[in-house]
T-cell receptor, first 109, second 114 residues
Framework: DAKTTQPPSMDCAEGRAANLPCNHS???????VYWYRQIHSQGPQYIIH?????ETNEMASLIITEDRKSSTLILPHATLRDTAVYYC??????????WGAGTKLIIKP | ETGVTQSPTHLIKTRGQQVTLRCSSQ?????VSWYQQALGQGPQFIFQ???????GRGNFPPRFSGLQFPNYSSELNVNALELDDSALYLC?????????????FGPGTRLTVL
C-alpha cells in the first residue's frame, strides 16, 4: 500500500503558485520523498525529490516539514501545461516506488 | 543521452494469448522497473530487474514474468491474458543506488485484451 495521502484534485489559476500537499506520517529516517507528474496517457515525469532539506530545481520547489511527516510541492508560476496528475511517493522497505492515486491538478486560464 | 523507449506503442490481444513488451533503458542505467496502470489509477509495481536479476516484485501472479539483458534492456511477458490485463504498461530505468531510486519512464505500451 502507498505510504502517502494526497487530495484527489485541486484547481489553480494560471500564473499563480500551485501548492500540492502530501502526508507521509509513517516515513522512515532514510526514506526519500519523490514527486512525479503524469500528463494524460503519457509516461510519468520526474519532478523533484528530497530527504530532509527543502529542495528547488528548474521545475519546482519541495518543502518538507521538520518532522518529515508531510511535504508540499510548489509550482511557482503555473501554466496550462502543468495540468496533470501529481504523485507524491515514498519508497517501501525494498526501495521500490509505491504509487497512490495522486492529485489531479487543473490549471485554469 | 537516449531516453527510455518502449515497443510496441499499442497492442490488441485476445483472452488466453501471450504478449511480450519491450523496453530499452536510458544510457548508463542498470535497473529496469515495470508497472501496470489501469485507467484512472496510479501505476502498480510489477517487478524490478537489477543487473539481470529480479530485484523486487509486486503483487502480480507468476504469469507476469520478465527478463533483463546484458545491455540492460528488458522484456515483460504476460501469459494467459485476461480481460483485466488491459492497461498501460510502463517501463522505467534508473541507476539503482539504495535508498536513491530516481526513475525515468518510457511512454508506455497500451495493451487491450478482448
Amino acid at each position: 500500500d502507498a505510504k502517502t495521502t494526497q487530495p484527489p484534485s485541486m484547481d489553480c489559476a494560471e500564473g499563480r503558485a500551485a501548492n500540492l500537499p502530501c502526508n507521509h506520517s509513517t516515513i522512515s529516517g532514510n526514506e526519500y520523498v519523490y514527486w512525479y507528474r503524469q500528463i494524460h496517457s503519457q509516461g510519468p515525469q520526474y519532478i523533484i525529490h528530497g530527504l530532509k532539506n527543502n529542495e528547488t530545481n528548474e521545475m519546482a520547489s519541495l518543502i518538507i516539514t521538520e518532522d518529515r511527516k508531510s511535504s508540499t510541492l510548489i509550482l511557482p508560476h503555473a501554466t496550462l501545461r502543468d495540468t496533470a496528475v501529481y504523485y507524491c511517493i515514498v519508497m517501501d522497505s525494498n526501495y521500490q516506488l509505491i504509487w497512490g492515486a495522486g492529485t489531479k491538478l487543473i490549471i485554469k486560464p | 543521452e537516449t531516453g527510455v523507449t518502449q515497443s510496441p506503442t499499442h497492442l490488441i490481444k485476445t483472452r488466453g494469448q501471450q504478449v511480450t513488451l519491450r523496453c530499452s533503458s536510458q544510457s548508463g542505467h542498470n535497473t529496469v522497473s515495470w508497472y501496470q496502470q489501469a485507467l484512472g489509477q496510479g501505476p502498480q509495481f510489477i517487478f524490478q530487474y537489477y543487473r539481470e536479476e529480479e530485484n523486487g516484485r509486486g503483487n502480480f501472479p507468476p504469469r507476469f514474468s520478465g527478463l533483463q539483458f546484458p545491455n540492460y534492456s528488458s522484456e515483460l511477458n504476460v501469459n494467459a491474458l485476461e480481460l483485466d490485463d488491459s492497461a498501460l504498461y510502463l517501463c522505467a530505468s534508473s541507476l539503482y543506488v539504495p535508498p536513491y531510486n530516481e526513475q525515468f519512464f518510457g511512454p508506455g505500451t497500451r495493451l487491450t485484451v478482448l
